[in-house]
C-alpha cells in the first residue's frame, strides 16, 4: 500500500511550525483544583521582547515567559507528589495548531520521573475540546503513524525542574477564539486563548 504525501506534508508543516513559535500572552486564572491555584484561563497581554529558546526532541521552539494559564496537581506516582502544569501557548499556522506547555515535577525520593508515571501509568492522551463546534481534536500522526508530539513515556524529568512539552493538532475553525486542553487524568484548563 503507497502512502499519501499529505502526511508527509503535515509533518513537515508541524516541524516549521514547531520552530516559529513566538511569546504568548499571559494571564493566571483562579479555578478550583484541589491545590488552589488556577487552571481557568484568560487572554492578556501579549509578552513582548526575545524569549528564551528551548529544545525539544532536536526541534527548537521559542517559549513565552509566562503561562497563560497553569494548575498544580497531585500525582499518583508517589506519596505527596505533585505536579506543576503551565499552558504556554496555542499557536495556529495554517492548518496546524501547536500547544506548547510546561510540566515541573516535585516528587519526594529518587524515583525515575516521566509524564507516564506521573499520569498514574496511562499515556496522557492530551486532546483541545472545542465548544463552540463541539469536537475533540486528537494529536497528529505523521506518514508513519507517530504522533507529532512529545514522547511522555521515552522524555525522563528532573524533579523540579519545568520540562517543555508540545502537541499538534488540527487547527480549529477561525470562529474558535479560545479552547479547553485536557492533559492526562488532571482537571481541564478551560478557555486557553487560541493565537493566531
Request: charge should be neutral; aromatic fraction near 6%; proline fraction near 7%.
Amino acid at each position: 500500500m503507497r502512502l499519501s504525501p499529505r502526511p508527509a506534508a503535515m509533518t513537515a508543516a508541524a516541524l516549521l511550525l514547531a520552530g516559529s513559535l513566538a511569546g504568548c500572552s499571559n494571564s493566571d486564572g483562579d479555578a478550583g483544583n484541589g491545590s488552589g491555584k488556577g487552571a481557568g484561563g484568560g487572554a492578556g497581554a501579549p509578552t513582548s521582547g526575545a524569549a528564551p529558546k528551548s529544545t525539544v526532541n532536536g526541534a527548537h521552539l521559542d517559549n513565552a515567559t509566562e503561562a497563560l494559564v497553569k494548575g498544580t496537581f497531585d500525582s499518583p506516582l508517589a506519596q505527596g507528589a505533585k505536579v506543576d502544569i503551565a499552558i504556554m501557548g496555542l499557536r495556529v499556522k495554517g492548518a496546524l495548531a501547536t500547544l506548547t506547555t510546561q510540566m515541573t515535577p516535585h516528587v519526594p525520593g529518587g524515583q525515575r520521573i516521566n509524564a507516564y508515571r506521573l499520569n498514574g501509568e496511562h499515556v496522557l492522551g492530551t486532546s483541545l475540546i472545542d465548544p463552540v463546534n463541539l469536537k475533540r481534536y486528537n494529536i497528529v500522526k505523521d506518514s508513519d503513524g507517530k504522533s507529532l508530539s512529545t514522547d511522555d513515556i521515552f522524555i525522563n524529568m528532573t524533579n523540579d525542574q519545568a520540562t517543555p512539552f508540545y502537541y499538534t493538532f488540527a487547527a480549529p475553525p477561525e470562529n474558535v477564539k479560545a479552547i479547553d486542553v485536557q492533559i492526562g487524568s488532571w482537571p481541564t484548563f478551560h478557555d486557553v486563548p487560541v493565537q493566531r
